[in-house]
């Protein structure tokens, strides 16, 4: 009873720190390092390498956390294909290994985000060359195609996760339901970015509480005890 209750926090706590540390960084830390929302376009690479290099505690407080990230998503998968491997032991395994594929692109991303923070430094103390921005752009597009692989690895991952979830009654099941249906908003949001589509923010906005919401839920009300022995 007692080991059931410490995983069924472990799972809550996976989940809650999922949820503050990519919460806080993408909506707070990540957009006022760079300036920007989203990385820059090449027609202001030059603007956002300056404010990098005029904000480098900032983005070296974002590289920290984002790696955090990663861990906490890579342990977060493992918990979950303890959770659920009874369901369906190959389907669970391959949901965790598209966690740990995800987990390690984010510290990859975060690996270019800190080149790019020493190249901008370079670039400031050079005079802001423009013939140093064609670098800065190509460093910009390869971190913005290592967030849409994770983003949907973590998409297909988190479908087949919430849907051994559902399938188990491990949780409430309108939480599971939530859960599959928010990432697919995710999925389609990728998807329209790979024919360059810009998709609406209300994709991602059903998905965003839902990670905060069952690491509540699972830490005061705990889990279907037999999914978890």
């Not at 926090?9 to 006022?32: D, E, K, N, W, Y």
């Not at 904000?55 to 990663?70: C, D, K, N």
């Not at 594929?101 to 423009?130: N, W």
Request: charge should be positive.
């Amino acid at each position: 009873m007692e080991s059931t209750q410490r995983k069924s926090r472990i799972l809550g706590l996976a989940f809650l720190i999922q949820f503050v540390t990519s919460f806080t960084c993408g909506v707070f830390v990540l957009p006022m390092a760079t300036g920007v929302k989203s990385f820059a376009t090449p027609e202001s690479i030059g603007s956002t390498m300056a404010h990098i290099a005029g904000h480098a505690g900032l983005v070296q407080l974002s590289i920290f956390m984002e790696l955090i990230t990663a861990a906490g998503v890579i342990f977060l998968g493992a918990i979950l294909y303890s959770t659920v491997r009874k369901q369906n032991e190959g389907l669970a395994l391959t949901a965790f290994g598209l966690y740990v594929l995800e987990g390690t692109l984010v510290a990859v991303k975060m690996l270019l985000l800190f080149a790019l923070l020493v190249f901008s430094r370079q670039f400031i103390a050079a005079g802001s060359p423009a013939s140093l921005e064609p670098t800065a752009v190509i460093l910009n597009e390869v971190m913005s195609y290592t967030s849409r692989i994770f983003n949907f690895a973590f998409c297909l991952g988190g479908t087949i996760f919430y849907a051994l979830l559902l399938k188990a009654r491990t949780v409430a099941w309108p939480l599971a339901l939530w859960g599959l249906v928010s990432t697919q908003g995710i999925l389609a949001g990728v998807l329209l970015g790979l024919f360059g589509i810009a998709a609406p923010i209300v994709l991602y906005v059903p998905y965003i509480p839902f990670e905060f919401v069952i690491a509540v839920w699972i830490l005061f009300k705990g889990v279907k005890k037999e999914a978890l022995i």
